[in-house]
């Protein structure tokens, strides 16, 4: 099956660094991937839509000069949080959809962020 | 605006008992709705996906029904385990190709 990776698994920054998070299709083409944020004992919440050689889509009240989303090419997107405040701390997880004539959606493993 | 919901939102079942969990949609218009295992502190895998146009999947012990018209599934678990324990999720795709809409979970609790 379609297998979709993340890097890092985890993270701990200090306030006001950035971090840059990878989302990686590993053995498929993937001209879109969305990213997800989940808080504690919250369901996963879409905050960006990336289309590779695009800008990409974010959701209302995502901050898109905070949440930086980079689609280079068909198998990588980055989200970079820039000037992290301990209120991002949380888990990011990305989806990619197969660039095939499948439609379904295959999720990363997910990147916990903490930033104290 | 498209909302999922998931009843309950914990469940704790001796180990052999059947279950079912539930989730509700707003919008009947879907493309297709989606149930997630995740462990804690994990990433999502996926059980089964219900296209718009079936009424149910099955994958071993679990079976998944679809009443599109009023926007309702159920994910049905049979002779329940305790390596059943995990956080189960509903996401409905509302068109092909688009971010899935989650439900917040059941978080099910089996007991040997």
């Known amino acids: 099956g379609a297998v979709v990776s993340q890097h890092p698994s985890w993270v701990i920054c200090k306030s006001g660094t950035s971090v840059k998070i990878e989302c990686r299709s590993l053995?498929?083409?993937?001209?879109?991937m969305f990213w997800y944020r989940q808080f504690p004992k919250q369901s996963l919440m879409l905050m960006a839509t990336?289309?590779?050689?695009?800008?990409?889509?974010?959701e209302q009240g995502v901050e898109k000069d905070k949440f930086l989303i980079n689609h280079a090419s068909l198998t990588l997107s980055t989200l970079t949080v820039t000037s992290a405040h301990p209120e991002d701390s949380s888990f990011y997880i990305c989806?990619?959809?197969?660039?095939?004539?499948?439609?379904?959606?295959?999720f990363g493993p997910g990147t916990r962020l903490t930033v104290t | 605006k498209q909302e999922v919901t998931q009843i309950p939102a914990a469940l704790s079942v001796p180990e052999g008992e059947n279950l079912v969990l539930n989730c509700s949609f707003t919008?009947?218009?879907?493309?297709?709705l989606q149930w997630f295992r995740q462990d804690p502190g994990k990433g999502l895998t996926s059980l089964l996906l219900i296209q718009s146009s079936q009424r149910e999947q099955t994958s071993g012990r679990l079976n998944a029904s679809l009443d599109k018209s009023s926007g309702r599934s159920t994910l049905y678990i049979a002779a329940s385990q305790p390596g059943d324990s995990a956080t189960y999720l509903c996401?409905?795709?509302?068109?092909?190709?688009?971010?899935?809409?989650f439900g917040k979970g059941t978080t099910l609790s089996v007991s040997s």
């Open positions: 919008d009947s218009a879907i493309y297709n």
């Open positions: 053995d498929f083409q993937a001209t879109t």
């Open positions: 996401a409905v795709a509302n068109q092909a190709g688009t971010a899935l809409i």
């Open positions: 990336s289309n590779e050689g695009s800008k990409a889509t974010y």
């Open positions: 989806s990619a959809r197969d660039l095939g004539e499948r439609i379904e959606q295959y």
